[in-house]
């Protein structure tokens, strides 16, 4: 069974750093891309960014360029999701997915509720 | 890339059949038939339910079925069933960097 499961939530202040992760495992953690979405309260569902872990190939969608850094250990199976510097906008949860038939999201993680508050 | 266009609502009483819009363009939608349709319930992580355009995922009921014509894809839920009452979003494979684009989402009330 295809299972990716997230970190815990985080509260954190801004400015801060945060990582988090998603570790795949139930199929072969190099062979599929996995994907960051990101899911602001209330809103729907964002598509960040996306890598490959066999050659840590990664693409980022425009309005997440230069704001977050994703990442894989392909020896552990899993993902990461990095912030240098969070912001109060950054309150969301994030979800990591597979990527599967048709470069489309077919697994999800259960999510990692950030929540970025002085 | 812009969002694929989803109705923000759309709604349906016990029995009945209703019908989701998925709009996009000749980039992503249009030119390949790689459109899936999630389901999520509140508090929950999206669940597939619809991949390959009309292609069911394991253990999703025949009565939801996809379909696409030109720009767009339609999910259809038939025999509409109080449990489900969600949020649903379509994704498409897209010719840009990214890969994928997702839909704003509409939310289905059984009335």
């Known amino acids: 069974e295809v299972q990716l499961v997230q970190s815990g939530a985080e509260v954190k202040k801004p400015g801060e750093s945060l990582k988090i992760s998603c570790k795949g495992s139930?199929?072969?953690?190099?062979?599929?891309?996995i994907g960051w979405v990101r899911q602001m309260p209330g809103k729907g569902l964002e598509w960040m960014a996306i890598?490959?872990?066999?050659?840590?190939?990664?693409r980022y969608s425009p309005p997440f360029q230069g704001q977050v850094i994703i990442s894989a250990d392909k020896s552990i199976s899993t993902a990461y999701l990095h912030w240098s510097s969070l912001k109060a906008s950054d309150t969301a949860m994030y979800y990591c997915t597979r990527v599967g038939f048709g470069q489309q999201p077919d697994s999800w993680g259960q999510g990692t509720l950030v929540t970025v508050s002085s | 890339q812009s969002a694929l266009t989803q109705p923000a609502s759309v709604s349906g009483s016990p029995g009945q059949s209703i019908t989701i819009s998925c709009t996009g363009t000749s980039s992503d939608v249009g030119a390949y038939n790689f459109v899936s349709w999630y389901q999520q319930n509140p508090g929950k992580a999206p669940r597939l339910m619809i991949f390959?355009?009309?292609n069911r995922s394991s253990g999703v009921p025949d009565r939801f079925s996809g379909s696409k014509s030109g720009n767009t894809a339609s999910l259809t839920i038939s025999g509409l069933q109080a449990a489900d009452e969600a949020d649903y979003y379509c994704?498409?494979?897209?010719?840009?960097?990214?890969?994928?684009?997702f839909g704003g989402g509409t939310k289905l009330t059984v009335l």
């Open positions: 390959g355009v009309t």
């Open positions: 994704s498409s494979y897209t010719s840009s960097i990214t890969l994928v684009v």
């Open positions: 890598i490959y872990p066999g050659d840590s190939d990664t």
């Open positions: 139930g199929y072969s953690f190099t062979s599929y891309r």
